[in-house]
């Protein structure tokens, strides 16, 4: 899917492209005549718009692959046969290519109430595809998932204590939450932020006090990738060997992968890409958090749980949860709960 439909479409398409596309789906319109998009983004824009317009979209797209079937998959500018057992591998790579990746585009509407859910169906998706990447047993993050790691790192613990030691002392500490987008709240706008370099901000972050800087990595719901956390791990990395060249003693920093974590092999990749621990959400996984917390255990990392509930909370603490980080939203919903925290 990633190769054969996103990547093509990413490029910038000439007019002749777009006409062969639209004949292929059969949404040629005098609309699309009119604007004649030169470029991917406008193709995907133009795509959703068709989608949404359409009563049952999904059908709508069935429609779509039962064309490209008799008339065959463009593909490099070939024609392939179109397998039938191959349609509803189609149909879901198209509605993702054009609801997923043009909603992505179009970042400052508002989500919907439901965007939660859908981010979370689009992650088993991908955690497929990353299982089905990484199935060699000689890969890295294979291994990672299948072996006691022989070592344990407390960097996240240690980043957050709180202590008083004679005229030191850090009564609190500062996390940041490193973001592009944000799914939560549907009545609040989808961009927050507008940075490039990943790494640069996170160094303005640690200068500014930060002890613990969290990297969203969904691209989808937050706007961010693992290149970004490798970006701000190499940055971390980079800063305290330039404090030790100075002779200068840092406070201890962390850094944590945040993501929507359904399954122990997003935790092996993340630790992959230099992270020292991961955000486990409890509203999202329910009994599976269990799982995920001994998958951390085996792996040598720490986990800090988000939960927004008091019986949230008291769930995660009697599975062995260490840091629990409170949240005022409500995952499923996007409501603010701040009365809820208070218990």
Known sequence: AEEQVLKPTRRSLQWVDCRRWFQFTGEES??????SPASSESLLRFTLSQLTACKNPLAHVHQISTRL?????ARNKLHTPFHENMRPLWELCFFFLCVGR????????????????????????EVAK???SHADPTDPVKLRVGYVSDSSSYAVTRALRLFTLGEESRRVSVVGDLKRLSPTAPNMPRTV???ADAGARSEELFKMGANVVMVNTDSFGWGGSMEDLSSVTRAKREREKRLKEDGVEGSPT???????????????????????????LASVLGPKLE???????????????EVHTPNEAEYALELGAMIL???NWDRTDGELMILMLNN
């Open 30 to 35: 005098s609309d699309l005549r009119r604007s």
């Open 130 to 132: 990353l299982e089905r």
């Open 69 to 73: 079937q008799s008339r065959g998959v």
């Open 102 to 125: 043009a909603a992505a585009l179009v970042g400052n509407g508002v989500p919907p109430k439901d965007f939660m859910l859908q981010l979370i169906e689009r992650k088993k998706y």
């Open 193 to 195: 932020g507008t940075f």
């Open 254 to 280: 962390a850094v944590v992968c945040k993501d929507l974590i359904i399954h122990p092999i997003q935790v092996a990749l993340a630790l992959e890409h230099g992270c020292d621990g991961v955000v486990l």
């Open 325 to 327: 980080m409170l949240n």
């Open 291 to 305: 799982d995920l917390l001994d998958a951390c255990t085996i792996m040598g990392t720490e986990a800090i749980v």
